[in-house]
């Protein structure tokens, strides 16, 4: 059974940064697509970035390339998402996912497995 465990949310300060990291386990992940969303209360769930397991290769959203990097430990089974120059507008509860791929998708709907998110908070 696959399980997503995030952790290193937290409350920061508006420039700060976070780190956050994703523990996958209950299968091979070879050729998935591990990704990271977020959601704030009364909106959809958006998506953040992706990262292919096998070969590495990156997506971001748009409108966060530059200040957030997605990263994968194949040894460790952890996805990572580390987070710099945050802004209050970031505040949202983070949530890991897993894709079985190739193609990548940026619609929550498409993913199959998911974490139970992890809260973080950008003060102002």
């Known amino acids: 059974q696959v399980q997503l465990v995030e952790s290193g949310g937290g409350l920061v300060q508006a420039g700060g940064s976070l780190r956050l990291s994703c523990a996958a386990s209950?299968?091979?992940?070879?050729?998935?697509?591990m990704g990271w969303f977020r959601q704030t209360p009364g909106k959809e769930r958006e998506f953040v970035a992706a990262i292919n397991w096998s070969s590495g290769r990156v997506y971001y959203a748009e409108s966060l390339k530059g200040r957030f990097t997605i990263s994968r430990d194949t040894a460790k089974n952890t996805v990572t998402l580390q987070m710099n120059s945050l802004k209050p507008e970031d505040t949202a509860v983070y949530y890991c996912?897993?894709?079985?791929?190739?193609?990548?998708?940026?619609?929550?709907?498409?993913?199959?497995?998911w974490g139970q998110g992890t809260q973080v908070t950008v003060s102002s």
């Open positions: 209950g299968r091979t992940f070879s050729g998935y697509n």
């Open positions: 996912a897993a894709d079985t791929g190739p193609l990548i998708y940026y619609s929550p709907s498409h993913y199959d497995y």
